[in-house]
């Protein structure tokens, strides 16, 4: 696992997770939404939802709730617009930073899209090129000021700006389906200060009204972005500072914040309850830590000593999965996270056939058991691109049977592209130094690959492989043949998924995989009825796989969250696999 | 009258009897050099005797690592976890190989690494050679480093010394682990690329480590030469016209052996120790084993699986705590003050 060590790099994972999940929670959802609402499992939307939300029973208010982050550095800063990351979304979006629509936890684990600032889900034409969304009335940032349409448009504005924030959601879904998508370049890049120069939103009133490039019929699920929140208008938005110190409108406010240390949020007086379908404000206060030492925080949550009674913790060591299941009961939550982990071989320098072969020369369970995960709770093998529970996805295989550890068949592979014993196929790939568990794996993947008649050079790297294979003109990175890349889908659509990961030129396709005829389907699926996308998905998803195979799914994700003895309504939030932050209380 | 044999009282003058160099009664109390009084001395000493007992041990494990390896049919190759590892047992090994879910077996006398089925006696074995071929090394250098310029400093005096004392000074200002935890990833990222990483590795640690150590010793030498050339037979040497070099190393050094022992003796603990902290945070060595990086993947494992977590330990204790001993023993037997 993960340490923090005194003044030392942090010791992250050697796949970080990125992207918040919008996948439902626990069974088997739906999607394929139309607009009524009929009683559908899984991930349902309510445009009526009512506030204020629901008590949870037993709730009682109070209290400090600290919340550890074992081997996580978390958000860099916390500017609504640049965050799509699991832990800085999940946190900011339940807690502080309001936008058009939320997510709403139901008691059996299902999850429904409502309204947030917006007074419903938005109206849409008929075909989706154009969306309307009314902000509440009484909605007010944390100093008393009203927030306004027009700051949402500013919002919706910064999210065009992939130049200045090149690792925002904005990169992916602003600057493929808004107005100007490729043309406008943001208003910080063309120095628009007051977003004059796109057009894509017009306000009237409370009304805002936002053209698209292209039919985007999953508008009110990117609106569960905070993303698509507002921005204080002009000088007081200006990034990076805003991200330091940015203004809250949820129900808690930033006191304080140490980026890879610790976030400290106090209630937000200003935060009307009748106003938000989904939020609560139980605790006073929420203390976040990040990068902290696995062993330490599980040391912590098992003693049950008053230090911990009222902490959660988001990850659980497997040496000690066991200890927890027998002695934590329901304090214990798995939640499965709508993620999964690929290798990415690079699609110019590889054949299908030896992708192929490294799918069956990676060796599964023994990379996950190195690596501190508990195989079969926390990675479970995976076939396919969408991971388990999302509509549309189908149970298929690459090659005819689930891929595990085959090192013969990986041989037999090899040798009809000319390798063989005498002449091992070479990879080249990175991993993460500081990290021990890392290093582990490393060595593990090295003995599985070299069994099976590949020869592998691994670069040791001193910070996150991300910075190298996202950088196209990283020295280590062309040298690379062998990527990977952890994905957690955004919202319950092979749209968050698919496209991604595998679009020519998408910010984390480090496959660097390029098919026009794939490109065209995808731009093709989001035109069809909207009934229909859910199984197009699935099929773009079973297609590109066995026709290609540009990535190789190996696990997919489950997380453990460990809450303490005097935390109510400790579950799991299955839209973004993170804790249900919105409804914690502690048990006075 | 008989006459006996003439009756002698005594010598017949005042001089000594010349005695018979080479009688064993002579060699006894021959002069002896401090170095053969001290030696003397630490024989009689029972804790510097099994202290040094000790680190020859340690020595012999280090030197003959693969033998000992090939005795009990153990190395440190890559195994898949799956082989050993329990699938749902918390990390822990499968109850064949050993401790802590089953019994001894000689096929693994120390265990298997939990997570990575790693050997554990391999790792051991390893990880002492590595801790004494890196502290020794950088002792080495680090005396030579810390002797020269000492001596040529305390020497030489006026604008020389000025320079090697500011260097000194500015070595100590500068924090040991905040340099090592820079320098290491600047290195590593620089080399990273390299198919001698692992070499370029090693030799970076010892170059971290003997630029950080060498200074304690270059004052002290250069204390004990302030003093040291104002006696008579140094401004003998210098007016009989002896070249400084043959007056630093043919007057000077030899009256310097002892601290020079004595300081050698304790730097050797501490890079041990020095080199263990720093695979522990992660810096240092990560590709050969060594006991640092064991302790810090076991320390999860402090209740389920202690023996993994005592062994590189207890290593490392036993043998940075031998060679502390040892060293101060040295001190106390150099040192013709004390009395047993």
């Known amino acids: 696992m993960r340490r923090s060590k005194p003044l030392a790099l942090v010791a992250g994972a050697a796949l970080l997770t990125l992207a918040a999940c919008g996948g439902s929670g626990g069974g088997t959802p739906k999607g394929g939404e139309t607009r009524t609402y009929k009683g559908e499992e899984g991930g349902t939307k309510d445009p009526k939802a009512v506030a204020p939300a629901a008590d949870v029973p037993g709730a009682k208010t109070g209290g400090t709730i600290t919340v550890y982050l074992p081997g996580d550095p978390g958000p860099a800063d916390l500017d609504p617009t640049d965050g799509w990351s699991v832990t800085g979304n999940s946190i900011q979006q339940a807690l502080t930073s309001r936008s058009l629509t939320q997510y709403l936890r139901n008691a059996d684990g299902s999850i429904t899209l409502v309204p947030d600032l917006a007074t419903d889900l938005g109206t849409h034409n008929s075909d989706y090129t154009e969306w309307k969304f009314t902000i509440r009335d009484g909605v007010k940032w944390e100093d008393g000021s009203p927030i306004t349409a027009d700051q949402v448009a500013w919002g919706l504005c910064r999210s065009m700006d992939s130049d200045t924030f090149p690792s925002g959601p904005g990169t992916e879904y602003s600057q493929t389906y808004f107005y100007g998508a490729g043309k406008y370049k943001g208003p910080y890049t063309e120095k628009d200060p007051n977003c004059t120069k796109w057009g894509g939103t017009s306000v009237d009133g409370n009304t805002i009204t936002i053209k698209m490039a292209k039919p985007f019929p999953d508008m009110d699920y990117w609106g569960a972005f905070m993303a698509m929140g507002p921005s204080p208008l002009g000088k007081a938005s200006t990034p990076p500072d805003y991200g330091q110190k940015i203004m809250s409108n949820g129900p808690y406010k930033v006191e304080s914040f140490r980026a890879e240390e610790e976030l400290t949020l106090v209630k937000n007086d200003q935060w009307d309850p009748s106003t938000d379908p989904a939020r609560h404000q139980y605790a006073d206060k929420f203390i976040f830590k990040f990068n902290q030492d696995q062993a330490k925080v599980d040391q912590i949550m098992l003693s049950d000593n008053s230090e911990s009674q009222t902490a959660v913790s988001a990850a659980l060591g497997s040496n000690n999965y066991d200890k927890a299941n027998s002695q934590l009961g329901n304090r214990l939550v798995q939640q499965s996270s709508q993620c999964t982990s690929f290798l990415a071989p690079d699609y110019n320098k590889t054949t299908l056939n030896v992708r192929k072969a490294i799918a069956y020369a990676y060796p599964y369970e023994d990379a996950w058991l190195a690596g501190g995960e508990v195989p079969g709770v926390t990675r479970v093998p995976a076939n396919s691109i969408m991971p388990p529970g999302m509509a549309g996805k189908k149970e298929y295989f690459v090659d005819g049977e689930q891929f595990t550890y085959n090192p013969d068949k990986a041989k037999e592979l090899l040798s009809q592209e000319g390798y063989g014993d005498s002449k091992p196929y070479p990879i080249t790939m990175v991993y993460y130094e500081l990290d021990p568990l890392a290093v582990a794996v490393q060595k593990q993947i090295t003995k599985g690959f070299e069994e099976s008649g590949f020869k592998v050079t691994a670069i040791p790297v001193q910070e996150s492989p991300y910075n190298i294979w996202l950088d196209p003109s990283n020295k280590i990175n062309k040298k690379l043949n062998l990527r990977g890349v952890n994905w957690c889908s955004d919202w319950p659509s092979g749209l968050t998924m698919i496209p991604p990961l595998t679009r020519t030129g998408a910010a984390y396709n480090t496959a660097q995989f390029s098919e026009k005829s794939m490109d065209d389907e995808m731009s093709s699926i989001t035109t069809k009825p909207l009934t229909d996308q859910a199984d197009a998905w699935g099929a773009l998803d079973q297609e590109m796989e066995t026709k290609y195979f540009p990535i190789i799914p190996t696990a997919f994700r489950n997380d453990l969250f460990v809450f303490g003895s005097k935390i109510g309504n400790g579950v799991g939030d299955g839209s973004i696999g993170a804790p249900y932050y919105k409804g914690l209380f502690v048990n006075q | ?340």
Not at chain 2, 65 to 73: H, K, L, T
Not at chain 2, 187 to 210: E, G, H, M, W
Not at chain 2, 247 to 262: D, Q, R, S, Y
């Open chain 2, 1 to 340: 009258m008989a006459q006996s044999a003439p009756e002698t009282l005594g010598p017949l003058s005042e001089e000594a009897i010349p005695e018979d160099p080479n009688s064993s009664k002579a060699k006894e109390i021959t002069g002896k050099s401090p170095l053969q009084i001290a030696f003397g001395r630490l024989r009689r000493d029972k804790i510097a005797v099994v202290c040094a007992t000790v680190v020859f041990l340690f020595i012999l494990i280090a030197t003959f690592a693969g033998p000992i390896c090939a005795i009990f049919n153990v190395n440190t190759d890559t195994v898949l976890a799956s082989t050993r590892i329990n699938i749902l047992g918390g990390g822990l090994p499968k109850p064949e190989f050993g401790p802590p879910v089953g019994p001894f077996t000689w096929a693994h006398p120390f265990g298997v690494a939990p997570n990575n089925g790693d050997d554990n006696l391999a790792y051991f074995v390893y990880g002492a050679r590595t801790s004494l071929t890196i502290s020794t090394v950088a002792t080495i250098v680090a005396a030579f480093l810390g002797i020269s310029l000492g001596l040529v400093a305390g020497f030489l005096g006026g604008i020389v010394d000025r320079i090697i004392s500011f260097f000194v000074d500015l070595f100590l200002t500068i924090p040991f682990l905040l340099a090592a935890l820079s320098i290491a990833p600047i290195l590593s990222q620089r080399f990273a690329t390299s198919p001698n990483y692992s070499k370029i590795q090693f030799i970076d640690l010892i170059c971290v480590l003997a630029f950080f150590g060498w200074m304690g010793l270059a004052r002290l030498i250069r204390g004990e030469v302030l003093s040291l050339r104002e006696r008579e037979f140094v401004q003998a040497a210098r007016v009989l016209g002896m070249p400084t070099s043959r007056i630093l190393l043919k007057e000077l050094l030899p009256n310097l052996v002892a601290p020079i022992v004595v300081a050698i003796s304790l730097l050797l603990p501490a890079f041990v120790t020095a080199e263990a902290g720093l695979a522990y945070l992660g810096i240092g060595v990560t590709e050969v084993p060594s006991w640092g990086h064991t302790i810090l993947l076991g320390v999860p494992f402090f209740e389920t699986y202690p023996l993994y977590l005592y062994e590189p330990l207890i290593g490392i204790v036993a043998l940075v705590l031998a060679l502390n001993l040892l060293g101060d023993a040295i001190r106390d037997a150099l040192d013709p003050k004390t009395r047993r």
